[in-house]
Nanobody, 116 residues
Framework: QVQLVESGGGLVQPGGSLRLSCAASGITFSNYAMSWYRQAPGKERELVAVTRGAGGSTNYAYSVKGRFTISRDNAKKTAYLEMNSLNPEDTAVYYC?????????WGQGTQVTVSS
């Protein structure tokens, strides 16, 4: 059974930082591209960042480039999203996604709220 479990969300003030984690089980983690998506109220889910299994190349949405860093630890089967200089527009539910060929899995999401 495949599971992706996100953690690390919470309430943070503008300018603050958070680190999200996504712990995977039931998959050959190193094969999978790991992504973080987010969905704000009333908006569509959007891709934030992705790290690919082979070589670990990364890509970011323009809105988070230079502020967020995606990484992975294949030995721990965990993906991370380091978020710095957070602003209220980053408020959303953040979802972890694992994808390889035709297989794709989602976590349950973790809430990030940026507010003073």
């Amino acid at each position: 059974q495949v599971q992706l479990v996100e953690s690390g969300g919470g309430l943070v003030q503008p300018g603050g930082s958070l680190r999200l984690s996504c712990a995977a089980s039931g998959i050959t983690f190193s094969n999978y591209a790991m992504s973080w998506y987010r969905q704000a109220p009333g908006k569509e889910r959007e891709l934030v960042a992705v790290t690919r299994g082979a070589g670990g190349s990364t890509n970011y949405a323009y809105s988070v480039k230079g502020r967020f860093t995606i990484s992975r630890d294949n030995a721990k089967k965990t993906a991370y999203l380091e978020m710095n200089s957070l602003n209220p527009e980053d408020t959303a539910v953040y979802y972890c996604n694992a994808r390889w060929v035709l297989s794709a899995y989602w976590g349950q999401g973790t809430q990030v709220t940026v507010s003073s």
